[in-house]
């Protein structure tokens, strides 16, 4: 059974607008999550995280937003930029194990 | 350096085959991970090693068997592998295993099992 889950395989969004990638999970123990980008032929790259007594955290043009309550964390891009299409996969951690989800596509149009 | 590596980049291998998938870092992390990941699924963890021992096997088959020889070295042993095996086998590592912190990925070995 799928613990982080990605709804929206993919996303387009004009350059210069905001993406908005989301993720939910269903453990109540996961209590540090992160954001992967992965351009094909690569392994995931780290891009940001949040611990689960933060509610948000920033690290220039990516914001993550963690919403405990509802088990659902997002990254906002601003702006977005064309370098920015890549797969984005959210995961979720409780001890040394991470859970991954689906992947998001995101395509920047210039 | 701030990089994983993993050699080979393609393997193509026979049921009968044994072959070695190899990933090297040296970045002093003392944490080191195994995924699978399959066209258009996340990575699925395999093994973890936390100071070179085995720390997690997610009910991994016995026809993959890790190693840890040293603190910057983590081989994945292979046998008889099934057509349902190939799949991008990842590896990553990160800085304390009991902490949080995020891994570091290596581009991934691109195994078919024929």
């Known amino acids: 059974d799928q613990q982080v889950k990605q709804n929206s395989p993919s996303l387009s969004v004009q350059e210069g607008r905001i993406s908005i990638l989301n993720c939910d999970y269903t453990?109540?123990?996961?209590?540090?999550f992160l954001w992967y980008k992965k351009y094909p032929a690569e392994g995931p790259t780290f891009l940001i995280s949040?611990?689960?007594?933060?509610d948000k955290n920033e690290d220039g043009r990516f914001t993550v937003f963690l919403n405990k309550s509802a088990k659902h964390l997002s990254l906002h891009i601003v702006p977005s930029q064309p370098g920015d299409s890549a797969v984005y996969f959210c995961?979720?951690?409780?001890?040394?194990?991470?859970?991954f989800g689906t992947g998001t596509s995101l395509t920047v149009i210039p | 350096d701030t990089e994983v590596t993993q050699t080979p980049k393609h393997l193509v291998m026979g049921m009968t085959n044994k072959k070695s998938l190899k990933c090297e870092q040296h970045?002093?992390?003392?944490?080191m991970y195994w995924y699978k990941q399959k066209a258009k699924k996340p990575p699925e963890l395999m093994f973890v090693y936390s100071y070179e021992k085995l720390s997690i096997n997610e009910s991994v088959p016995s026809r993959f068997s890790p190693e840890c020889p040293n603190s910057s070295l983590l081989n994945l042993h292979l046998h008889a592998l099934q057509p349902e095996d190939s799949a991008l086998y990842l590896c990553a590592s990160s800085h304390i295993p009991d902490d949080y912190n995020e891994q570091f990925f290596g581009p991934g070995t691109r195994l078919t099992v024929l």
């Open positions: 949040i611990s689960s007594i933060k």
């Open positions: 453990n109540s123990m996961f209590d540090y």
């Open positions: 995961a979720a951690a409780t001890g040394n194990q991470f859970y």
């Open positions: 970045m002093g992390h003392r944490a």
